[in-house]
T-cell receptor, first 113, second 116 residues
Framework: GENVEQHPSTLSVQEGDSAVIKCTYSDSASNYFPWYKQELGKGPQLIIDIRSNVGEKKDQRIAVTLNKTAKHFSLHITETQPEDSAVYFCAAGRMDSSYKLIFGSGTRLLVRP | GAVVSQHPSWVICKSGTSVKIECRSLDFQATTMFWYRQFPKQSLMLMATSNEGSKATYEQGVEKDKFLINHASLTLSTLTVTSAHPEDSSFYIC????????????FGSGTRLTVV
């Protein structure tokens, strides 16, 4: 079945450094790849997404890259701040139909002051 | 933007009782709703997909008789946990897929279920 793998499971960085989280997906029909930040007790919050017709997207300190051939996509956070500490999830789905969104296993990011 | 209202945000119930969780699409019509379950420090696992006017589709390993899903209208989907047990304690989240007039998947705020 469809599967999304996410690495690493935990990531600790010094404030100001960059953080990179990587995901791979199995369903070649997936064309939508969102990243979510989740705080304790709350639902996932969309922070950035990318569609399969784009290789890279950037929003201030956050960027996402997509390699369709390899079925890889990555989240890059630059100039990390303590408030970036949270659990991040990647996911894969489709924008053109009512198709389920499959989540990666999550990465717990800790930004050390 | 699209909003999904999920209630209750938290509930505590006794073992053996049933609990209903509601998700309403406030400003759009959701013909489909996904229901996820999330255990502490784990990912969101898809439980089932509800479709307005037809039976829900359950993922492998999810008990249909225990987790009753109803999609009564284009704006309401419900999940009922029947005969709840402590192992059903979890965070339940609904999500509507992309549709006309709105972008991306829209999530409810989640329901923390604790069975004592």
């Amino acid at each position: 079945g469809e599967n999304v793998e996410q690495h690493p499971s935990t990531l600790s960085v010094q404030e100001g450094d960059s953080a990179v989280i990587k995901c791979t997906y199995s369903d070649s029909a997936s064309n939508y790849f969102p990243w979510y930040k989740q705080e304790l007790g709350k639902g996932p919050q969309l922070i950035i997404d990318i569609r399969s017709n784009v290789g890279e997207k950037k929003d201030q300190r956050i960027a996402v890259t997509l390699n369709k051939t390899a079925k890889h996509f990555s989240l890059h956070i630059t100039e990390t701040q303590p408030e970036d500490s949270a659990v991040y999830f990647c996911a894969a789905g489709r924008m053109d139909s009512s198709y389920k969104l499959i989540f990666g296993s999550g990465t717990r990011l800790l930004v050390r002051p | 933007g699209a909003v999904v209202s999920q209630h209750p945000s938290w509930v505590i119930c006794k073992s053996g009782t049933s609990v209903k969780i509601e998700c309403r699409s406030l400003d759009f019509q959701a013909t489909t709703m996904f229901w996820y379950r999330q255990f502490p420090k784990q990912s969101l696992m898809l439980m089932a997909t509800s479709n307005e006017g037809s039976k829900a589709t359950y993922e492998q390993g999810v008990e249909k008789d225990k987790f009753l899903i109803n999609h009564a209208s284009l704006t309401l989907s419900t999940l009922t946990v029947t005969s709840a047990h402590p192992e059903d304690s979890s965070f339940y989240i609904c999500s509507a897929p992309p549709g006309q007039g709105y972008y991306g998947y829209t999530f409810g705020s989640g329901t923390r279920l604790t069975v004592v």
